[in-house]
């Protein structure tokens, strides 16, 4: 009987350099969340020498939560378990999402947990956790840079009766203003370079706010919604903004009620004599019949043909000339009128980049960026206008990180 010929077994696979695998979890930071949380964690497990790399990305930002764990696995220890039992992770942690309602902030470790966490620079709070707040806030060495929550009387309150963790404070991210919310803020005023809001349903309270932080803010979001009071915010007492987001959201029909408002407040920025960056957010819903909800289809270049080119003529009209980065994204403007506006004279003398995103970004700014003069006609035009202008185009996306 024939005996099959010994084979050599295949080599054992290298390992990887150290280097290489660092420079993986190093990369983690560029995923979505959930993706990041799931390689991070198993790379925790991988080998001993490359845990504290792991987890130090890991446990950077927190979602401190009732509940099952990071990725909703009920085998998963969520981030608050973790903590809890293990006091030496706690010095990774820089920003905070707090869930957590009174019930669950009594519970055996967690007041004790919020109350141990030295490096926090970042807090998010999604709902009425004044409890948990309180308990965070209480470690005498915090210094806060960034705070995000609807912006009550119960915040204001809160910010006044801790001078200190807020005395570094830089950004502000407020979900809603609510009436009435008495802005009240020790002396010295925490230094707010960027304030965003997602909601004004008060106007007076946003004033007050705005006024307080008026010396320091750099960068300010503002919306213009139809549930909110109808009144222009005026941006000229503002003297050090260098960059404005403005948010629409509206029926056509609606929308040209709010116009007004958007114009009046957009030429107030005339006068600011730093800005240099303006984002406009415009999301027009296909007409005054459309079913509520509908927007606008994307990709599709007609889905803009509901929007009356008066709209996007007046928001162009209004731009400020002394800008030097502007962004449009959604589906106002419309592409014809923002062509047409880049082409003209009313464009910004010392434009540097035009950032598209939405609508805006599939009709114009991936045929400008990726075909540019080659594919002739009114694009070709403009494409070689705005090189001989050394005008960039690009998406949206890539001016996050920079503004």
Known sequence: MSTLPATTPPPAPRPLPDDLVLLVIECCEEM????????????????????????????RSV???????????DHDPSPLQTLVKQARLRVHVREVELLLDR?????????????????????????????GVRALLAQP???????????????????DAHPLVFANLERLDVGSICKPAAVRFSQPVPPVRSLRIQEVADVATFEGLCAALSTTLVSLRIPFFPAQERRPFHLGRFPKLERIEMDSSAMVASFQAQLEDIISTMRSMATLPSLAALELRGTLLVSATAREGSLLPEIIPASQEEVPSSLSEAILDAVPSQIRHLSLVGTCPRTDDVMA?????????????????????????????????????????LAATLERADIQVVSVDELADEW
């Open 32 to 59: 979505d969340h959930y993706d990041r949380q799931d390689t991070l964690a198993k790379m925790c497990r991988v080998a001993k020498r490359y845990r504290e790399a792991a987890e130090r990305r890991l446990y």
């Open 63 to 73: 979602n401190l939560a009732g509940g099952t764990g990071l990725l909703g696995h």
């Open 103 to 131: 019930r669950q902030v009594r519970r055996a470790g967690v007041a004790a947990l919020l109350r141990n966490l030295p490096n926090v620079e970042a807090l998010v709070v999604e709902i009425d956790t004044q409890p």
């Open 141 to 159: 060495a915090l210094r806060l840079l960034r705070l995000e929550a609807d912006f009550s009387e119960d915040l204001a309150a809160t910010i």
């Open 341 to 381: 506006y880049l082409l003209g004279p009313r464009r910004p003398p010392k434009l540097e980049t035009l950032g598209l995103g939405g609508d805006l970004d599939c009709t114009l700014g991936k045929v400008l960026r990726y075909y540019g003069g080659a594919v002739g006609g009114p694009y070709g035009a």
